[in-house]
Nanobody, 124 residues
Framework: QVQLVESGGGLVPAGGSLRLSCAAS????????MGWFRQAPGKDREFIAA????????HYADSVKGRFTISRDNAKNTLILQMNSLKPEYTAVYSC?????????????????WGRGSQVAVAS
């Protein structure tokens, strides 16, 4: 299995940017499709973006298209989420996850491996 640890969260003003990282260890990182999710207080976990093993195929939630970019560096076992033009409603705990599904999954249940999350707060 793979172990995941997020970093890079923090407090930013509305319109600002943050870059989240997810460091992977354990089983070969390049063998997994990866995703980012977020969970705001009192809400369900929400899909943000997914990427295939090579980084050549990505998929985004409509709410973040054009603002967020998912990427990966298999040589460094790292997943990245670049977040621009942040809004206060994006305040949440952001988590990375790994999937063995043969497609870019959006469902929480398709990701058996999760990091503990990184808090992002966007001030209005």
């Amino acid at each position: 299995q793979v172990q995941l640890v997020e970093s890079g969260g923090g407090l930013v003003p509305a319109g600002g940017s943050l870059r989240l990282s997810c460091a992977a260890s354990g089983r070969a990182f390049s063998g997994y499709r990866m995703g980012w999710f977020r969970q705001a207080p009192g809400k369900d976990r929400e899909f943000i973006a997914a990427i295939n093993w090579s980084g050549g195929s990505t998929h985004y939630a409509d709410s973040v298209k054009g603002r967020f970019t998912i990427s990966r560096d298999n040589a460094k076992n790292t997943l990245i989420l670049q977040m621009n033009s942040l809004k206060p409603e994006y305040t949440a705990v952001y988590s990375c996850a790994a999937s063995s599904r043969p497609f870019l999954a959006r469902r929480v249940d398709d990701y058996p491996y999760w990091g503990r999350g990184s808090q992002v707060a966007v001030a209005s």
